[in-house]
T-cell receptor
């Protein structure tokens, strides 16, 4: 399994500002995934990020709101733009294990928007 | 519509009291069913992958089973440290993504 770290682990932000979340993996991976976990809800996939190509967004999520970078095979960022209180969630990145369909998750970033 | 439903939402057990968590799913082209454990303030921790009906996996006090419509996570003689939210997810469906249930919050009292 991969070792995944995320920064920051938590943050409290003001409405209208933006926050960039970093995800670092200890090995090279093809695909990285970004999820949102709202209170009392299941994990919802935001987008899939492949190195060297544009991220693929799921229905209900747009690039202007959640821009993603994937500069290399071990790192990705997710920006939550023009935040509102409804963006308060845990944001998680994950990667697939080598040669498997199993996804391994980072520790998450707990975001509170005031 | 691809869907994953977990029950119960919450389960309280006494230490040593065995029970089962349920995950029912409707998804076309199931490629795998996954169980995760999530502790408060942490990301999901992988437990098991099941690929076909009849398959079983075990790890310590946990055993996961799979049928064509549902999966069970059996907990035998649980301990307080087993307290966590258990998440079920399926891979497949029209989008080919990982679809999560809302989880079962397990509390084990000493």
């Amino acid at each position: 399994s991969a070792v995944i770290s995320q920064k920051p682990s938590r943050d409290i932000c003001q409405r209208g500002t933006s926050l960039t979340i970093q995800c670092q993996v200890d090995s090279q991976v093809t695909m990285m995934f970004w999820y949102r976990q709202q209170p009392g809800q299941s994990l919802t996939l935001i987008a899939t990020a492949n190195q060297g190509s544009e991220a693929t967004y799921e229905s209900g999520f747009v690039i202007d709101k959640f821009p993603i970078s994937r500069p290399n095979l071990t790192f990705s960022t997710l920006t939550v733009s023009n935040m509102s209180p409804e963006d308060s969630s845990i944001y998680l990145c994950s990667v697939e294990g080598s040669g498997t369909d199993t996804q391994y998750f980072g520790p998450g970033t707990r975001l509170t928007v005031l | 519509e691809d869907q994953v439903t977990q029950s119960p939402e919450a389960l309280r057990l006494q230490e040593g009291e065995s029970s089962s968590l349920n995950c029912s799913y409707t998804v076309s082209g199931l490629r795998g069913l996954f169980w995760y454990r999530q502790d408060p303030g942490k990301g999901p921790e992988f437990l098991f992958t099941l690929y076909s009906a009849g398959e079983e996996k075990e790890k310590e006090r946990l055993k996961a089973t799979l049928t064509k419509k549902e999966s069970f996570l059996h907990i035998t003689a649980p301990k307080p440290e087993d307290s966590a939210t258990y998440l079920c997810a399926v891979l497949g469906g029209s989008q080919g993504n990982l679809i999560f249930g809302k989880g079962t919050k397990l509390s084990v009292k000493p």
